[in-house]
């Protein structure tokens, strides 16, 4: 039993030194950090355009609710 205790001890002291190393390598690699910054940059944008545009959305998602169900469809929680 303490054999078993002993290798699931060592197992997770191993794994956490390898995600240590993981996250040391990551974020002294560059490559990675221009993908995140370009990801955060595309969300910050359809963000700012979902906001800019909310009335013209909420119009469309009327119609379409319209359309579908074939009768008024009470936007209010939009």
């Known amino acids: 039993?303490?054999?078993?205790?002993?290798?699931a001890c060592i197992?997770?002291?191993?794994r956490l030194y390898k995600a240590k190393e993981s996250v040391k390598e990551f974020f002294s690699?560059?490559?990675?950090?221009?993908?995140?910054?370009?990801?955060?940059?595309?969300?910050l944008i359809t963000v700012l355009l979902i906001a800019a545009f909310w009335n013209q959305l909420k119009e469309w998602?009327?119609?379409?609710?319209?359309?579908?169900?074939g009768n008024s469809f009470d936007d209010s929680g939009l």
Do not use: E, H, P, Y
């Not at 039993?1 to 290798?7: G, H, P, S, V």
């Not at 197992?11 to 191993?14: E, N, P």
């Open 29 to 43: 690699n560059q490559d990675g950090v221009s993908n995140v910054v370009a990801t955060i940059i595309v969300l």
């Open 1 to 7: 039993m303490m054999n078993r205790l002993d290798d």
């Open 61 to 69: 998602v009327s119609g379409i609710m319209d359309q579908i169900f």
């Open 11 to 14: 197992w997770a002291k191993v």
